[in-house]
């Protein structure tokens, strides 16, 4: 399969900052990436679908001026946490999705937000 | 919106035992059916997936069966080893809705050696 990196693999921040977390695809080129919040015990959670090019849907519920997403290029987009509150820890992992078998997502290892 | 009702939450084997977990979905349009494995901390997974033309899928102790009269669909784990201790996904995707994935609630297996 595909890969797919992000970074930062963990964060820990105080509240009231902003944090920006990059998800790449290393090897093929994504003309669609999602990006998920998975909070402990619970189920992964779309957040926003972005495409090349493109301003991100955002799902109900997800408030676009706290979560900036850019999709600049075919292998990298950026979630930006802006203001971070304690309730905004999770673990946000992106995927990716282009040509390859059935627009199959590839998911990257995720990041650890913690807000202190 | 979909809807992806999963069970059970969690599920108790012995070694060697199968595992069955079930999925519903609500529309119709729907498509592609993915089952996700998930280790603590780390990313889910893709160990099966099925399309809404196949009926049935076998990859070695893992297969998927599809009814797409009743939208549901179900996981089989043959002979449970303790390495398949972890949280299963399944998930829905459907085309129209580009090519988006509703995930199930999950379901935590533990095998029991």
């Known amino acids: 399969g595909a890969v797919v990196s992000q970074h930062p693999s963990w964060v820990i921040c105080k509240s009231g900052t902003s944090v920006k977390i990059e998800c790449r695809s290393l090897?093929?080129?994504?003309?669609?990436m999602f990006w998920y919040r998975q909070f402990p015990k619970q189920s992964l959670m779309l957040m926003a679908t972005s495409n090349e090019g493109s301003k991100a849907t955002y799902e109900q519920g997800v408030e676009k001026d706290k979560f900036l997403i850019n999709h600049a290029s075919l292998t990298l987009s950026t979630l930006t946490v802006t203001s971070a509150h304690p309730e905004d820890s999770s673990f946000y992992i992106c995927?990716?999705?282009?040509?390859?078998?059935?627009?199959?997502?590839?998911f990257g290892p995720g990041t650890r937000l913690t807000v202190l | 919106g979909e809807n992806v009702e999963q069970h059970p939450s969690t599920l108790s084997v012995q070694e060697g035992d199968s595992a069955v977990i079930k999925c519903t979905y609500s529309?119709?349009?729907?498509?592609?059916f993915p089952w996700y494995k998930q280790e603590l901390g780390k990313r889910p997974q893709l160990i099966i997936d099925i399309r809404s033309n196949v009926g049935e899928k076998k990859d070695q102790r893992i297969a998927v069966t599809l009814n797409k009269t009743a939208k549901h669909f179900s996981l089989h784990i043959t002979e449970t080893q303790p390495e398949d201790s972890a949280v299963y996904f399944c998930?829905?995707?459907?085309?129209?809705?580009?090519?988006?994935?509703?995930f199930g609630g999950g379901t935590r297996v533990l095998v029991k050696p």
């Open positions: 995927s990716s999705a282009g040509t390859l078998r059935y627009n199959e997502q590839f």
């Open positions: 090897d093929f080129q994504a003309t669609t």
């Open positions: 998930a829905v995707r459907i085309k129209a809705a580009g090519n988006k994935l509703t």
């Open positions: 529309d119709s349009a729907s498509n592609y």
